[in-house]
């Protein structure tokens, strides 16, 4: 949908949300702003990539970095984790090529 389009819907939408409210109690003062805000909130797409464990970790193990750790404490997504970026001098990723000869 072109953004024109969208923001017009939005305007609307936001302007008759505010006016059913006025309408119920008179006596709420909120500004059109959280109105409009609230009203991008509901109507507009929320973008989220969903993403599995494996390949957060290839990309870890890609990029130079220990092997992760989950870690599940405070994440609302299903998983989180944790690693530190350390050498990896016999494995692919950034240093690859570099190894030490035997």
């Known amino acids: 949908m072109p953004k024109n389009v969208q923001n017009m819907i939005v305007k609307l939408h936001a302007h008759l949300v505010r006016a059913l409210h006025l309408c119920r109690n008179s006596s709420v003062s909120i500004p059109f702003k959280e109105y409009l805000v609230a009203a991008y909130d509901d109507l507009t ?3 989220r990539h969903y993403h599995d464990l494996i390949e957060v970790s290839r990309w870890f193990y ?3 970095y220990s092997s992760p750790v989950l ?3 405070d994440n609302p997504y299903e998983f989180g984790l944790v690693a530190e970026k350390i050498k990896q001098h016999a494995t692919p990723g950034v240093h690859y090529g570099n190894a030490p000869k035997l």
């Open 71 to 73: 870690s599940h404490w």
């Open 62 to 64: 890609e990029n130079g």
């Open 45 to 47: 797409p929320r973008w």
